[in-house]
């Protein structure tokens, strides 16, 4: 039985129903794809993409029918590619798909939000802990998303929100 069949069990057995997946789970390999192993691009799409699709797939059909949601959580490396990271920013991007179509096809019975989180981050903190985002912001590329110094929610389509 897999992991995810067991969660679903134990909510519906200790608390009936469920209302709402949060799915916020995200691993994000350090070396380029090219050079980092296989095993660690399966690791990267079984959690960023394949994890939140199982969860659905397990809690969506018993979710009460108009009164359910899931919360898909998305990152702004999922529209950015020189993010350092193609395992991370392919299976965002990935999940960002998968909810839109997922959406759809859930239609009336369960809401499906995407939220793409966006960091900002001290001027201090940025140069070293964010050094592709230093990199294109020299280069006269920033993006709002990353100078803004709040976060604040701003909804796209009705399946997707920006967070920043």
Same mark, same amino acid.
């Not at 209302?19 to 789970?25: C, E, M």
């Given at each position: 039985m897999g992991s995810e069949m067991c969660i679903r069990d134990r909510v519906y057995d200790q608390l009936g129903r469920c209302?709402?997946?949060?799915?916020?789970?995200a691993v994000a390999a350090p070396l380029p794809a090219l050079r980092d192993s296989t095993k660690r691009w399966r690791t990267g799409v079984d959690v960023n993409l394949n994890g939140p699709f199982? %969860? @659905?797939y397990h809690f969506c059909p018993? @979710?009460?029918e108009g009164a359910g949601r899931v919360i898909n959580i998305?990152?702004?490396?999922a529209v950015t590619p020189d993010f350092g990271r193609p395992n991370y920013t392919a299976t965002k991007l990935a999940l960002e798909g998968l909810s839109q179509s997922l959406a759809h096809e859930l239609s009336g019975k369960v809401a499906l939000?995407? %939220?793409r989180v966006d960091v900002a981050v001290g001027a201090r903190a940025l140069p070293r802990r964010f050094p592709m985002i230093v990199a294109? %912001?020299?280069k006269g590329r920033q993006s709002a998303a990353v100078m803004r110094p709040y976060s604040s929610a701003v909804v796209c389509p009705p399946f997707l929100s920006e967070i920043s």
């Open positions: 209302d709402l997946v949060i799915n916020n789970a199982y %969860l @659905m018993r @979710m009460p998305s990152s702004g490396a939000t995407v %939220l294109r %912001l020299r």
